[in-house]
């Protein structure tokens, strides 16, 4: 187990008044506990932060201290990395659509992950989004599914 935690497990996790709450504070606990490695992106912190603070999304939303509070403990942790783009990815991104049908709009959140993902060599994402079922390269785990 090891692997992108994407912004609806730590949305999931943060929002009490959600019904996956507790099976996601449950999975981000043990991802903190754990040995693995886990990953996040920028625009996985970003994305969180717009949408925990968000009245259309929470809601009670979150003030922006209480959102990123509950992300620095993740940020913070000596098991968890944040990827970033290097010398690649531009390379990577061009391959990537090549791949896709037509992507557009707000696939484009997922397509800069998955090539985050790619350009880092990580393979799996733990996330609730079928988008990423899009991408070859990606494993799609959904921890909050039963069993």
């Known amino acids: 187990m ?18 996956e709450h507790r099976r996601a504070r449950a999975f981000l606990q043990a991802a903190l506990e754990s040995p693995d490695r886990w990953y996040t992106t920028e625009g996985i912190v970003y994305e969180f932060l717009r949408a925990a603070t968000h009245p259309k999304v929470f809601d009670r939303p979150l003030q922006w201290d ?6 620095s403990v993740f ?12 010398e690649t990815h531009w390379e990577l ?17 997922d397509v800069r992950t998955a090539v985050l993902m790619k350009e880092h060599g990580v393979r799996e994402i733990y996330t609730a989004d079928t988008d990423f079922l899009q991408f070859a390269d990606v494993r799609v785990v959904n921890p909050l599914r039963d069993g």
């Open 93 to 109: 991104l061009d391959a990537q659509l090549r791949d896709l049908n037509q992507p557009g709009g707000n696939l484009f959140f």
């Open 75 to 86: 940020l913070g942790a000596p098991n968890v990395s944040v990827l970033s783009a290097g």
């Open 2 to 19: 090891a692997g992108v935690i994407d912004t609806n497990i730590f949305l999931y996790g943060a929002n009490a008044d959600a019904r």
């Open 66 to 71: 209480e959102a990123f509070g509950f992300l």
